[in-house]
């Protein structure tokens, strides 16, 4: 178990040659040609709740705008991540305005933005009972397991901060095409996101 969620067995996987999987051909969940994605949100972190809509907009191929706001429009986050790594923070209410927890919604959305970044050494694995792929991204601190799926998206994803911070992230979908949920929980802080996708109508929210 791992902060409450189940995860896969790291030694069901073999070693295979990075040139079986291109790293390039993992596809995103998150496509610069698609207008925006709204989810509504669930945020539990410690004893404190929130709850609200989040808004994931492409703003170039690479660059991303995430905006969360309560049900009645109040702005909670306003974030901006760059293909180039970089990150702007444009907005933080004053709850939520402390670095160590800014920079744990930053990682875990730049987790779920970011399938595998350029600049990791990976090494590839496969799992020996149903074949899918394991890929295991090595960066100067932290450690990040990739599980992808028949159709090269990411549905999970483990990272390792030194030897107690744990973060994963769970992709529910239908198809191989669109999130329907997402899930991410951190041991041993007690911070849990739940993102359900919303089959919008364009006029119920602007920015």
């Known amino acids: ?16 040659p990075e040139t079986s999987v291109d790293r390039n051909n993992i ?10 994605f709204l989810f509504r949100t669930h945020v539990d972190i410690y004893r404190n709740h929130l709850g609200g809509l989040m808004l994931i907009k492409p703003v170039h191929e690479e660059d991303y705008r995430v905006l969360f ?10 974030m901006e991540f760059l293909g180039s790594g970089d990150f702007k923070l444009h907005y933080c209410i004053d709850a939520l305005n402390r670095k160590s927890v800014l920079e744990t919604l930053k990682n ?7 399938p595998v970044p350029e600049s990791t050494k990976i090494k590839m694995m496969k799992d020996r009972q149903t074949g899918n792929i394991l890929i295991k991204s090595k960066e100067r601190r932290s450690v990040t ?18 030897c107690m911070k744990k ?32 089959n919008e109508n364009k006029s119920e929210i602007s920015e």
Not at 7 to 16: A, Y
Not at 69 to 78: P, R
Not at 108 to 114: A, E, G, R, T, V
Request: aromatic content about 12%; hydrophobic content about 35%; proline content about 2%.
């Open 1 to 16: 178990m791992f902060g409450g969620c189940s995860v896969s067995r790291l030694n069901d996987f073999e070693r295979i």
């Open 27 to 36: 596809q995103p969940w998150f496509r610069g040609d698609t207008n925006r």
């Open 69 to 78: 706001i309560t049900e009645v429009g109040i702005k909670v986050l306003d």
């Open 108 to 114: 875990d959305i730049d987790l779920l933005l970011s």
């Open 145 to 162: 397991y990739y599980f992808l799926e028949d159709h090269y998206r990411v549905n999970k994803a483990m990272r390792r901060n030194g």
């Open 167 to 198: 973060t994963q992230m769970t992709i529910y979908s239908t198809g191989f095409s669109e999130i329907d949920s997402i899930h991410i929980c951190h041991s041993p802080v007690k911070l849990n996101i739940y993102l359900s996708k919303l």
